[in-house]
């Protein structure tokens, strides 16, 4: 089961900055989307930003202007940036990628990382 790995998550102040990554393994196939979800304790998993192979680009409301997702295709990684985090930003962020063979679409996951933003 192929899973993506993310990293640089932690605790961090309000006002702070973190930035994630997650590494996509190669050969996996033709990436169409990739994106950043997050869930916070008892809440639903939501979609927090997202970019197109195209490099089209999308964010929930509440992080517009302070997040920013990218992605290096020479690292194959996804990132995002985060700045003036608040609390209510605090959730395990999982990073999502579908990824194409053919006409079959996979959605891949990875495990989670923790962000906690507290003063």
């Known amino acids: 089961q192929v899973q993506l790995v993310e990293s640089g998550g932690g605790l961090v102040q309000p006002g702070g900055s973190l930035r994630l990554s997650c590494g996509i393994p190669?050969?996996?196939?033709?990436?169409?989307?990739m994106g950043w979800y997050r869930q916070a304790p008892g809440k639903q998993r939501e979609v927090v930003a997202t970019?197109?192979?195209?490099?089209?680009?999308n964010y929930r409301d509440s992080v517009k202007g302070r997040f920013t997702i990218s992605r290096d295709n020479a690292k194959n990684t996804v990132n995002l940036e985060m700045n003036s985090l608040k609390p209510e930003d605090t959730a395990v962020y999982y990073c999502?990628?579908?990824?194409?063979?053919?006409?079959?679409?996979?959605?891949?996951w990875g495990q989670g990382t923790q962000v906690t933003v507290t003063s």
């Open positions: 999502n990628v579908l990824a194409f063979r053919g006409t079959n679409g996979q959605n891949y």
């Open positions: 190669r050969g996996i196939g033709s990436i169409n989307f």
């Open positions: 970019i197109t192979s195209g490099g089209a680009t």
